[in-house]
């Protein structure tokens, strides 16, 4: 949809809808590109977590004039899936193929926004928001499932959760990144769980961690392109397995010294 100018309106509006006095012009800026956005005078609303162009300084940063919302619920996505803090462990054929991975970085920024926004600003596992004394973020997180007969791997869910619960749930990265003790820890809290239950659930979903890793998994993104988001085509099974192992070394790899 294209974004117009509208005569009276302090910016960008959609559809010749006319932006109120005093509201704000949010501009979609991606991560990277942030420092060139705020040279040209973008500013941060750090309650609603975007971007904004204050009043005079619209045309400078057109370029990032926001794209049509997305919907509160993408089509085809299930908020009830996957609820809750557990390990998610993705197979081995899937290691860092993504959401992220796979949309231009705006598209990706426009994700996360919605998820983030819709939460609440908090996480939908455990209730916390951003800490920065803490180094306490939010992070969107992919929910996946996984089709045996079809070997597809279904974007189902995007969640909103703490580095401290996005960390509990890729237990395994914690593990080859030192972090084990800390996800735990975080798991047994969060669920009140006592040690003995919260590594009988990583038990468990490492047996179907091993299970899954023996395919090779397709990747349907198909809740995005209802949106208007067209994912780049994503690697083939094989190339996500290589790939996956490749950037897992680098990943796990003392810093030179």
């Not at 904004?52 to 045309?59: L, V």
Request: hydrophobic residues 35%; proline residues 6%.
């Amino acid at each position: 949809m294209r974004v117009t100018s509208v005569r009276g309106c302090r910016g960008w509006c959609h559809c010749g809808s006319v932006r109120g006095v005093g509201e704000r012009a949010y501009v979609d800026v991606p991560f990277a590109e942030k420092d060139e956005a705020k040279r040209l005078g973008a500013r941060w609303d750090m309650a609603a977590r975007r971007w904004y162009a204050p009043p005079g300084r619209e045309a400078g940063l057109s370029r990032w004039a926001p794209a049509a919302p997305l919907p509160a619920v993408l089509p085809g996505e299930d908020r009830t899936f996957g609820s809750g803090l557990f390990v998610d462990l993705i197979p081995a054929s899937c290691w860092f193929t993504n959401v992220r991975s796979c949309v231009s970085a705006r598209d990706w920024d426009r994700l996360r926004t919605l998820v983030y926004g819709r939460a609440g600003n908090r996480c939908e596992a455990c209730g916390a928001g951003v800490n920065r004394e803490h180094q306490v973020w939010l992070e969107a997180h992919e929910r996946w499932d996984y089709h045996h007969a079809t070997r597809t791997q279904r974007l189902t869910r995007l969640v909103c959760l703490c580095t401290r619960c996005h960390q509990a749930t890729h237990f395994g990265y914690a593990e080859v990144t030192g972090r084990a003790e800390q996800a735990l820890a975080h798991l047994c809290a969060v669920n009140h769980w006592t040690r003995a239950d919260a590594e009988a659930h990583i038990a468990s979903a490492a047996s179907m961690w091993r299970l899954r890793s023996e395919t090779d998994w397709s990747l349907d993104l198909s809740i995005l392109t209802g949106v208007g988001i067209t994912p780049q085509p994503p690697p083939t099974p094989t190339q996500r397995r290589t790939q996956g192992a490749t950037d897992l070394d680098r990943s796990s790899s003392p810093p030179p010294r």
